[in-house]
């Protein structure tokens, strides 16, 4: 498996801040990591694709130059939520991918972000 | 792109018995099936997956089946116990990239003791 954190574990910011939340795979070089949104009492949607070394993929609907997206290594991977809305407020996880066909993903233990 | 449907939404069962939450996919490509149970404010927790090519998998308590013509998979958890009590998310992967996850929309299961 993959031990994954992430920093930090909740921010309370004010409106048209930037916030970065750190992922990190401790025990695995993850070349792709992944990134999904939660809100309350709803399902994780995935917003994009993390690649080290490259641009990261974004789900259709994910506006990019809002959540900036870098993968500078192996072990960890950021994302930025740029001029923070109250509307971003949400549960924020990322996950580590073994690079196996189809197989498990681990996640991190999120990151609870309210924008005021 | 996937779409994942889950029912139902709520669940509430008493200790002892059992509970069955379905899912649907539209993906005929996905080929791996995960199951995560979430507690409330805590990380996903993968408790069983299955691949396209098997169609059961058990593990004690907890079994899932697929259904790849029909396009759906279920999760069947025996004997519930209280601490089963949680939010179930089943999810598939994207017929061209094995590894993006796409998940139903959720089960919150109570146990009553």
């Known amino acids: 498996g993959a031990v994954v954190s992430q920093h930090p574990s909740w921010v309370i910011c004010k409106s048209g801040t930037s916030v970065k939340i750190e992922c990190r795979s401790l025990?695995?070089?993850?070349?792709?990591m992944f990134w999904y949104r939660q809100f309350p009492k709803q399902s994780l949607m995935l917003m994009a694709t993390?690649?080290?070394?490259?641009?990261?993929?974004?789900e259709q609907g994910v506006e990019k130059d809002k959540f900036l997206i870098n993968h500078a290594s192996l072990t960890l991977s950021t994302l930025t939520v740029t001029s923070a809305h109250p509307e971003d407020s949400s549960f924020y996880i990322c996950?580590?991918?073994?690079?196996?066909?189809?197989?498990?993903?681990?996640f991190g233990p999120g990151t609870r972000l309210t924008v005021l | 792109g996937e779409n994942v449907e889950q029912h139902p939404s709520t669940l509430s069962v008493q200790e002892g018995d059992s509970a069955v939450i379905k899912c649907t996919y539209s993906?005929?490509?996905?080929?791996?099936f995960p199951w995560y149970k979430q507690e409330l404010g805590k990380r996903p927790q993968l408790i069983i997956d299955?691949?396209?090519?098997?169609g059961e998998k058990k593990d004690q308590r907890i079994a899932v089946t697929l259904n790849k013509t029909a396009k759906h998979f279920s999760l069947h958890i025996t004997e519930t116990q209280p601490e089963d009590s949680a939010v179930y998310f089943c999810?598939?992967?994207?017929?061209?990239?094995?590894?993006?996850?796409?998940f139903g929309s959720g089960t919150k299961l109570n146990v009553k003791p």
């Open positions: 999810a598939a992967t994207l017929g061209y990239n094995f590894n993006k996850f796409y």
């Open positions: 996950s580590v991918d073994l690079g196996t066909a189809g197989g498990e993903q681990f």
């Open positions: 993390s690649n080290e070394g490259s641009k990261a993929t974004y």
């Open positions: 993906d005929s490509a996905s080929n791996y």
């Open positions: 299955i691949r396209s090519n098997v």
């Open positions: 025990d695995f070089q993850a070349t792709t």
